[in-house]
């Protein structure tokens, strides 16, 4: 389940998704801005449409950097320590930040997209249903979850071969 394959290949679908998303966002805000300056007439969708966008960029974002392991971090207490020490650090950062994606990101995420969609709300210009938008939520959260698990599982793999 977490082979390096799979996860090469859920990195190359995710990164590609949010370059498709920042390049239709680019297109969308040049769009807004065309038509605003340029033609007199501003377009009325594409400011929320943009908005939603960069939702979705932050936290499929935030999710990939999780996978990548190159979230911001300070790590100069970590040089510090014995090895073993660092090893239990890495561990309790990495379950951290599952426990975080876990409770806030799934839970609180099916909650607001739960009550967005019993509550049918939409979106004010695009009329779609907000639900749609802040489903993102619970996904990345599910996206950070698998990378945390394998980085653990990592950890404790090359605890055993050193």
Request: hydrophobic fraction near 55%; charged fraction near 15%.
């Amino acid at each position: 389940m977490f082979s390096p394959g799979i996860k090469n290949s859920l990195d190359k679908w995710v990164a590609a998704f949010l370059i498709f998303l920042m390049a239709f966002m680019v297109v969308n805000v040049s769009w807004q801005v065309a038509s605003r300056y340029i033609l007199k007439d501003p377009s009325s969708f594409t400011d929320e449409l943009a908005r939603y966008m960069l939702i979705w960029v932050g936290m499929l974002g935030s999710a990939y950097v999780a996978g990548k392991n190159e979230h911001l971090a300070i790590d100069i207490v970590m040089t510090k320590m014995s090895p073993r020490n660092v090893f239990k650090t890495k561990v309790l950062i990495h379950a951290c930040v599952l426990v975080f994606a876990l409770t806030a990101m799934v839970i609180g995420g099916i909650n607001l997209v739960y009550i967005t969609f019993i509550l049918d709300q939409t979106s004010a210009a695009l009329r779609i249903p907000l639900a749609y938008v802040y489903a993102i939520i619970p996904f990345s959260g599910l996206l950070v979850i698998y990378y945390q698990i394998g980085a653990i599982l990592q950890l404790f793999k090359d605890q055993k071969t050193s």
